[in-house]
C-alpha cells in the first residue's frame, strides 16, 4: 500500500483562493480537507455602519455574485422594516439577478469547469479534437462566443441597474430606475439575441425541448450543441460516478417575486422534500480560525483567531442543518423544484455529471423566465416604494446565488448595524469539518476519487472541485 | 508582452467586470495587442503544480515578466504576518509573493480600488489589514514602498474602479504594449489620465438639473442626486457617463449616487452613503475646481430660475413634463 500526502493549490478556475489537502493512498483519495486561505472580515466591518451602508458595501464581498449579495442584503433590510419592495420594483431586481445567475452558468461552463476537457492529458479521447476546439482556456471557440454573449446580455444590467457588478440599484422599496416602455422591448430583444446563441450554440436545438427531457437517460443522450459534447465526454469518463455528495439538497427557493418564489424552497433528503427549517441552522467553529461557540447566524459573531490554531484549517466556519451537511447550488434547486431529470438524477445519487447536468436544465428554465418577466414589466407603474430604515430589529435576507442558498441576517439597534452574519453557498458545501468529525460536502465528495501516482494535481480532483462551482470569496467573505 | 495576473484580496469583480469588454471581446482584444496571459487565476487552465512551476520560473528569472497584474487589496494581518491570505499551494503569503515578484517586472499594475488604496477590504476598522499595493488609502506606501519603481521605471499604475471599467483595463495593458504609456500619462494618485482626467460629472444625463439644482429627494426620483443623495460625481475621476457601462449604462443613469469609487478611502465617506452630509443646510462637498462663493451665488441664482419642467420632473421617477414645442414661424 502506497500513502501519499498532496497539497492542491493555486486551485484555479473557481471564484476566489482555495487550497485542497489530500491523504491518498494506492491511488485513491482517501481523506480531503478544504481550506478557504484568505479572510477579508465582511461581518465585522458592517458593524456601527447606517444600515443602509449594507447595500453598498455586501455586493462587493463577491465580483460573480454580486447582484445575489444585493438582493440578499435589500432582502435582510425589508424583512427588518417589515415591507416588501414595490411589485414591479422587484420584477425588475429579480430581472437583473436572473440574468447575473444564468450569465455564471454559462461562465462556469465554458470557463472555468469545461476547460480541463483541453487538456493534454485527454488527448486519446475520441471527442479531445472537438474539446480542444470548443473549449481551450481562453482561446476555444465556444469560450469566445460565451463571453460575447454574456457582454451582450448584461446589457440588459447596464440598462436598469447602471453596470455590473457592484449595482446599487436593488433597493428595499424597489429599483432606482423606472424603465420605459423602449427599455422593455430593448430588453426582450436582448433576450431573444441570448436565445439565439442558447438554441445555436449551447443546446443545438430549442430550450424548451432540453428543458423537456424527462430523465437522466434522455439527458445523457442529448446529442447537439455544446451541452451534447459534454453529455459524450460525461459518459466516457464516467462523471456519473464521480464525486458523490451528502445526498441532501437545500434551496432557500429562487426569486422572491409578490406571487411567491419562482423556484421552490425545501430541503431534499431520501427522496422526500420537507420545508428548510433556518432556526434549525449552526455555524460549527471547531475547524475553521474562529473563536466563539456554535451559533445560529442571528447570534452569530466573527472573530478571527489570529494565532491560526493546529487543530483548525480553514477561515471558514461549517454551517450545519439540524446537525448535518448539505449541497446546495443549481442541481439541488432542480432536484427540490422538481425537474424530472434532476429529480431522476437525485434518485441515482449526486455526481459530477449531475451538477453539470443540473446548471445546464437550469440555462434553459432561466433563459424561459427571463422573457416572462421581461413581457410583464409594466412601465406605468411605480418601481420604488418608501423604504425607512427601523431604528432597531432584526432581519433575514434568503436568496438563491447561482451557487446556492445565501443568507444574510441583520440586526440593527439605534439606527446601526449591530450584527451581521453571512452564509453564503460555497460556505455550505466547502465548510470544513464540525465537532463530531464530519466532512464538508466537498471533502465527503472527494473520498474516493483516482489520484494516480504521476499526478500531483489530479484531473479527477479538478472534476468534482469544480463541479460544485465554488465561490471562494464569498465563503469566507 | 506577456501579464501575470494575482488576484491577492478583492472580489474577483474586476476580472468579471473585464469579462464584460466588448468589439472586440476581451480575449480576441488582447490577442489582437499581442497581448499574452501567462498565467491567470480564473481564465488559465494550469492548476497546481503547473503554477508553482511557472512562478518559481519567474521568480529565478528564467521567464521575463512584463507586466504584474495585481487584482484586490494586500492583507497585512493578522500580526503584521500576511497569512489572512496565503497563496494557497506555496505555504506563502499573497503579501510575500507581491513583494518578491513586483520587483521583477517591467510593470506593475493595480487593477481595481482595493489594489490601487485598499479599497472596500479596508473599510469598517480595516479588520484584515488591507492596504493597497503602493498606497495605503491616500498615504503614499503601501505593500510597496513609497520610492518602489517596477524596471521600467514607473510607479505602480493604478487603475482605480470599483470595478474597473473592462475598457481602463484593457486600455492600460493595450497602451503599455505599444510603449505609449509614461510617468507623465498618470495623475497624481498614480491613475492612468486617459480615463481619470474626465469627471463622472461629464455627460452625467442630470446635468440639466444639476445646472437649476433641481434635486431628486429620494432614490428613483430622476433630479440631480448631489444635493439629498451623496452624489459625488462632480468631484469624482472616471469616464462613466462619456463612455457607459455594460451597453451605455452608469450608476447615475441608472438613478443612484455616484460614491466616487475610483479614489482612496471613498470606502469610509464619513456619513452613509446615499447621504449627502451638510452643514447649515448646505451640501458640504464642493465640485471639483469650483470656488465657493460662486459656487453658492450661482447656485442660489439656479435656483430661483428653475424651470417648472425640470422642478416637477427632478422629482418624478420619469419625465413627466416633456420639453416645450416652440411654434414655427408663419
Known sequence: ?477 | MNVLWLQSAGCGGCTMSLLCAEAPGVFDLLEGAGIKMLWHPALSVESGSEVRRLLDDIETGQIALDVLCIEGSILMGPKGTGKFQMLSGTGRSMLDWVTSLAPLAHNVVAVGTCATYGGVTSSGGNPAGAIGVQYDGHQRGGALPSDFRAQSGLPVINVAGCPTHPDWVTETLMLLASDALDAGSLDKLGRPLFYAENLVHHACPKNEFYEYKASAEKLSQMGCMMEHLGCVGTQAVGDCNIRGWNGGGSCTRAGYPCINCTAPEFEEPNHPFTQTPKFAGIPVGLPSDMPKAWFMALASLSKAATPKRLAENAVADRVEVTPQIRSGKK
Open chain 1, 1 to 477: 500500500m502506497t500513502e501519499r500526502s498532496l497539497l492542491v493549490g493555486p486551485f484555479n478556475r473557481v471564484e476566489g483562493d482555495l487550497e485542497i489537502r489530500l491523504e491518498v493512498a494506492d491511488g485513491h483519495v482517501t481523506a480531503a480537507y478544504a481550506n478557504s486561505p484568505m479572510y477579508r472580515g465582511f461581518e465585522p466591518m458592517m458593524i456601527g455602519k447606517d444600515p443602509m451602508d449594507a447595500l453598498t458595501i455586501t455586493p462587493r464581498i463577491c465580483g460573480i455574485c454580486s447582484i445575489s449579495q444585493s438582493s440578499a442584503a435589500s432582502a435582510a433590510l425589508a424583512n427588518a422594516a417589515g415591507i416588501s419592495a414595490a411589485p414591479q420594483g422587484a420584477l425588475a431586481a429579480t430581472l437583473m439577478h436572473g440574468i447575473e445567475n444564468l450569465c455564471d452558468h454559462l461562465t462556469h461552463f465554458n470557463l472555468f469547469f469545461c476547460a480541463d476537457f483541453a487538456r493534454p492529458a485527454y488527448a486519446n479521447r475520441a471527442w479531445h479534437p472537438a474539446a480542444v476546439d470548443r473549449f481551450t482556456a481562453m482561446e476555444g471557440s465556444a469560450t469566445r462566443a460565451c463571453i460575447e454573449a454574456r457582454a451582450e446580455i448584461l446589457h440588459i444590467v447596464g440598462l436598469l441597474g447602471g453596470k455590473w457588478p457592484h449595482t446599487l440599484a436593488i433597493q428595499p422599496g424597489g429599483v432606482t430606475r423606472a424603465p420605459t416602455a423602449r427599455d422593455r422591448i430593448r430588453i426582450l430583444s436582448t433576450l431573444a439575441a441570448f436565445r439565439r446563441y442558447l438554441e445555436k450554440v449551447v443546446f443545438g436545438a430549442p430550450v424548451e425541448a432540453f428543458l423537456a427531457l424527462s430523465d437522466a437517460d434522455q439527458l445523457a443522450a442529448w446529442d447537439t450543441g455544446d451541452a451534447g459534447l459534454f453529455m459524450r465526454i460525461a459518459e466516457d469518463l464516467e462523471l456519473g460516478k464521480m464525486g458523490a455528495g451528502p445526498g441532501r439538497y437545500m434551496s432557500f427557493g429562487a426569486y422572491p417575486l409578490p406571487e411567491g418564489r419562482a423556484m421552490k424552497a425545501g430541503l431534499w433528503s431520501d427522496g422526500a422534500c420537507s420545508p428548510v427549517e433556518t432556526d434549525q441552522i449552526r455555524e460549527d467553529l471547531s475547524h475553521a480560525w474562529m473563536m466563539g461557540k456554535a451559533a445560529h447566524p442571528s447570534k452569530g459573531v466573527t472573530i478571527p483567531d489570529e494565532d491560526m490554531r493546529d487543530t483548525a484549517y480553514s477561515w471558514c466556519k461549517a454551517p450545519r442543518l439540524a446537525g448535518q451537511t448539505v449541497e446546495t447550488g443549481a442541481f439541488a434547486r432542480q432536484v427540490i423544484d422538481g425537474h424530472p431529470a434532476a429529480v431522476d438524477l437525485a434518485a441515482r445519487g449526486s455526481s459530477v455529471f449531475a451538477r453539470v447536468a443540473g446548471r445546464l436544465i437550469e440555462v434553459a428554465r432561466t433563459q424561459i423566465l427571463l422573457e416572462t418577466w421581461a413581457k410583464a414589466i409594466t412601465p406605468e407603474a411605480r418601481f420604488m416604494d418608501d423604504f425607512s430604515t427601523p431604528q432597531s430589529g432584526q432581519g433575514t435576507g434568503l436568496v438563491e446565488a447561482a451557487r446556492g442558498a445565501l443568507g444574510h441576517w441583520i440586526d440593527i439597534r439605534n439606527g446601526k448595524i449591530a450584527g451581521y452574519q453571512i452564509i453564503a453557498p460555497t460556505t455550505w458545501n466547502f465548510s470544513p469539518r464540525d465537532a463530531n468529525g464530519t466532512p464538508g460536502p466537498v471533502e465527503a465528495a472527494l473520498e474516493g476519487a483516482p489520484a494516480a501516482e504521476d499526478e500531483d494535481t489530479p484531473l479527477a480532483v479538478q472534476h468534482i472541485v469544480r463541479s460544485f462551482d465554488p465561490c471562494m470569496v464569498c465563503t469566507v467573505h
